[in-house]
Nanobody, 122 residues
């Protein structure tokens, strides 16, 4: 299971840190990702971090503002979000893929968390 937390309401330009704790899986062998879904829109990729070498990939829309990291000792993946914009408003989901490589496609992820709401006011 994946349990995401850390969402909330923040003004534009502010920061939030999302966390996702994994249980019931060998976390160290899973590539982790964050996705988001805004009202009326498709779920979209945000960031991913591979378990094998901690390589990361980001969506162009968040590059330079968001940072994904993982703490294998705590079975936790984080998403540090800085310089938030109103268009970042969405429900954010963490996901786990049984792969050694960074994955940007939602279909490659086996497990999904319940989502945490991020709202950025202008």
């Amino acid at each position: 299971q994946l349990q995401a937390s850390g969402g909330g309401l923040v003004q534009a330009g502010g920061s939030l840190r999302l966390s996702c704790v994994a249980s019931g899986i060998t976390f160290q062998r899973y590539t982790m990702g964050w996705f988001r879904q805004a009202p009326g829109k498709e779920r979209e990729f945000v960031a991913t971090i591979a378990w094998s070498d901690s390589s990361t990939v980001y969506a162009d829309s968040v590059k330079g503002r968001f940072a994904i990291s993982r703490d294998n000792a705590k079975n936790t993946v984080y998403l540090q979000m800085n310089s938030l914009k109103p268009e970042d408003t969405a429900v954010y989901f963490c996901a786990a893929a049984f792969s050694g490589q960074a994955q940007v496609t939602a279909g490659r992820y086996r497990y999904w968390g319940q989502g945490t709401q991020v709202t950025v006011s202008s």
